[in-house]
């Protein structure tokens, strides 16, 4: 097609991530266990569940374009300006705009090889070109991203604490030590969607207000709101600002809204997910031992477990235990790949993953 | 801030549209009748609420990527393969998305002076040049569109029909015959937003694999679900499968995605809103005509009332109505903005209307 702009006629047609329901559709049954997208089937707040329902007799009005009512919920919970916080269509939504707003035509940008696709599909549909250091010890290397963004001029550095799809984290120090270490005019993009399972060393006091970083959170993961597309970001105001100018600004759900607002103000439901979710780590990573594989430590609602062999291994076996109705995701590149990723999930669905990942590897011996 | 890319830094901090909550806030009350942006307050089938209360159960989840069942069912129900159908974030995300595939800087685009302010945006928000042509008898003006597509080389043209802010239409005849006069690697975006509204005589049949034009679809207004944020676009395969390339592939709300599916197959109720909003259309007539105004035809959920006065007074008139809350809007540029757009609505807000509008033009003498 002749008639794209210049960099859409550049990108290939490739998209980040097959979803479950296409891979059920292309296998003409369902899954039996959903434990690939670090969903929470542990569910949203109930309050939230009932809001929204209640939510839908409203659903006839588009929302509300500043989301100012989660704004101000979200302001008080975190003791921040709401002139620091954009409320978008989820992580994924607000990467996009952040891209849009930063990254030009050939401009630089820095992440881990094996970190969020998503990130990269779209700093490659801004014309972005990226750069990427390896992990070190299963995490993403600070030291590493720093050089190689000092290196290149870049414009933007992605660093995920907690990290997909390791699960392992870093010390809040260790983060705000490459703020002061950070190339003058490159932002740092903070991908918090795992905070809330982090210990508190793992979550940097930043000032709302500093202009070197822009952080990301989401009700997509320990706040079971997914399908709800919401999440924020937390930056200084002319950058929150600077998104009026790009962003669909009633784009965002109104139930999603309301429910989103809801689930932030039911903090005993969220205690109860972050406990559930790691009593399930434990029990995935009992299922992992109890099959010769090693559980990496994790500050998520996920795990890897390191199978011991080859990225060629994990492969077989995700397919291998798709086939019999287990839905779960790996690692995209080496050395990372000798692992399979598990989300945590309610115990009928770990249940039904200790009994097939025995029959998975029997099937690939 | 000199860290934004070249074309966001060069933009406007101004957005389209300020919506009725942003207004209620600064008035400190809320509005009794809520007319002003062409939402449903008919609502959506009961059906698909129902169908809507039911999915918050599988919020948890993110939504299905390609939108497959919807897809399929509006396959069904229009006759189109699925190839040439692509679900998304309602028209204002549709555009976005349509509007970075084909627009790069410096690129023409023609739309007409008045039409739809968030498509502007998006042109200028992907470096675009806008080109604007003036309405003609309070009709967008096909043959000035194609003249001007034509001087400037314009990549793509902008059509509304049903047209909106005015109502008015055109034949299908007419839309048909724009496409055989389109330059070379023009495309036409046909927005038809306000479609069910719209007599058949107005709807063009246009082969889907046409690659001259896609077609923009909603169901925020006839289905009632404007805060959902889904809608649809037709086109041919090559265009639906480039959004892939740049569109945010699980950015639509699962919620929606099952709303929209049960409000397609809910054909009944469509047909009970349509009729209810050509009633509607009917009385606001005669509130206008009871104050002297004049109702222009109208093939939309609304209606322009001609105040046979200058936008001065029009402007004056929303917001002294607005005042005695009453939330409308109007056209934004001369001489469309002689006018005032009323959007239908059940009779309890339109006996607000009718109660306050000639308070609102009393205050104005």
């Known amino acids: 097609m002749t008639r794209f702009a210049p960099i859409p006629a550049s990108l290939p047609q490739t998209v980040p991530f097959t979803g479950p329901e296409e891979l059920e559709r292309r296998m003409g049954r369902p899954f039996d266990a959903r434990l ?10 109930p309050l939230a569940a009932r809001a929204m329902r209640e939510a839908v ?7 509300d374009a500043p989301s100012h009512d989660l704004r101000q919920a979200l302001s008080t919970h975190l003791g921040i300006d ?25 401009d ?6 094996g970190a969020y696709p998503t990130f990269n599909y779209h700093v490659a549909g801004f014309g972005g070109v990226l750069h990427k250091v390896p992990y070190r010890d299963d995490a993403e290397d600070p030291e590493a991203l720093l050089d190689r963004a000092r290196q290149v001029g870049a414009k933007l550095v992605y660093l995920a604490n907690p990290d997909n799809p390791m699960g392992s984290w870093h010390d809040a120090s260790v983060v705000t030590a490459m703020l002061d270490r950070l190339p003058p005019d490159c932002l740092l993009i903070l991908d918090e969607a795992y905070v809330e399972f982090a210990p508190q060393s793992a979550v940097p006091r930043i000032a709302a207000e500093d202009p070197r970083v822009i952080r990301m959170r989401t009700f997509s993961k320990a706040y079971g709101l997914a399908g709800a597309r919401i ?3 937390i930056g200084d105001r002319d950058l929150i600002a600077g998104f009026d100018r790009i962003r669909n600004h009633f784009g965002v759900n109104r139930i999603a809204q309301i429910g989103a607002l809801v689930a932030l103000l039911d903090q005993g439901w969220l205690a109860h997910v972050v406990a559930s979710v790691a009593a399930a780590r434990d029990r995935i990573a009992q299922i992992g031992a109890d099959n010769g594989m090693r559980a990496l430590p994790s500050a998520t609602n996920f795990v890897a477990l390191d199978t011991g062999r080859d990225g060629a291994f994990s492969r077989a076996l995700v397919g291998a235990l798709q086939e019999r109705g287990v839905f779960i995701r790996m690692p995209g590149v080496a050395p990372l790949d000798r692992c399979i990723r598990i989300s945590c999930a309610p115990e009928t669905e770990l249940a039904i993953f200790e009994e097939r990942l025995p029959q998975a590897i029997a099937s690939l011996e």
Chains 1, 2 share one sequence.
Do not use: C, M, Q
């Open 108 to 113: 630089a940008v820095v992440t881990s090889e």
């Open 36 to 45: 690939g997208a670090n969903e929470s089937a542990f569910g949203p707040s």
């Open 231 to 233: 999440g924020y970001a």
């Open 57 to 63: 007799a409203e659903i006839w009005k588009y929302g």
């Open 82 to 106: 709401a002139a620091h916080l954009l409320v978008g269509e989820g992580i994924d939504g607000l990467l996009g705009n952040l891209v849009r707003l930063i990254v030009g035509p050939g």
